[in-house]
Structure formats: structure tokens, C-alpha cells
């Protein structure tokens, strides 16, 4: 029946603030840029090593979505990495914060958090 996800969808405050960080920060390359006159929004399409991942949308005036406290609904996404020092080393370059690297108590694999111009969660998880 389901094979794979397809794309996830973000809803940003600020478009430009936003394409520059899942681009230029978090490297992800842009498949499409449009911009639909009708909706004053612009989808711009990012894949992650030639696969589409994220659909990044702006709309006039989006209403915020609580994400702390613990808030019911999508908690965060989440990148696979192979050494979690490198990435957070490059992050930090970039004047991105992260929180501390953590263990995962049950599969032992070392991850952590930062967040997205409009405080999205997004985990760094080590292979």
C-alpha cells in the first residue's frame, strides 16, 4: 500500500528567511520556485541528495502553531547523519545554536535538536 513519503510541507513566516536557511545553512538543493499570484504564496520545492523532500510555502499572514510545550501534532523532522560533531561544528559556523548532543537510551545512537526561522524542531540523528 504506502511506499515511501513523498514530501513534507512548511509553512514559513518569512519566505526569504526561510528559503535562505533550508538551502544555504541545511544545503538542501531547489528542484522549483513558483510563485502563484492568485494565493500571494510562493512553493518552493528542496530535495535532499536528488530526492524531494520538502515543499516550503508562504502565505500572507499564517497563524502561529504552538510546538512548546510538548504540543499535540507533528513534533519535528528529523536527518540522518554520520558524524553528529561535523554537522553541528558546520551549524555552529553558520551561527545556528544546537542543543547539547544526547544518547538515545534504547538504540544508543547519539542526536540532538535545533531549530527552523519559525522554531520547527529538527533533529540530527547519527547512523
Do not use: W
Not at 27 to 32: K, Q
Not at 61 to 87: C, M, T, W, Y
Amino acid at each position: 500500500m504506502l511506499k515511501k513519503i513523498h514530501h513534507i510541507a512548511i509553512i514559513c513566516s518569512d519566505y526569504q528567511k526561510s528559503k535562505n536557511f533550508y538551502t544555504n545553512i541545511l544545503g538542501l538543493e531547489i528542484i522549483r520556485e513558483v510563485y502563484r499570484e492568485k494565493r500571494d504564496s510562493y512553493k518552493l520545492d528542496l530535495s535532499l541528495n536528488g530526492i524531494y523532500i520538502i515543499e516550503l510555502f508562504s502565505f500572507p499572514n499564517p497563524p502561529k502553531r504552538v510546538s512548546r510545550p510538548e504540543a499535540q501534532g507533528l513534533r519535528h523532522l528529523a536527518f540522518e547523519v554520520e558524524d553528529i560533531e561535523s554537522v553541528v561544528r558546520q551549524l555552529a559556523k553558520k551561527e545556528i545554536e544546537v542543543e547539547p548532543i544526547r544518547v538515545d537510551e534504547y538504540t544508543n545512537k547519539r542526536f540532538t535538536f535545533f531549530f527552523d526561522p519559525d522554531d520547527l524542531p529538527i533533529e540530527l540523528y547519527e547512523l
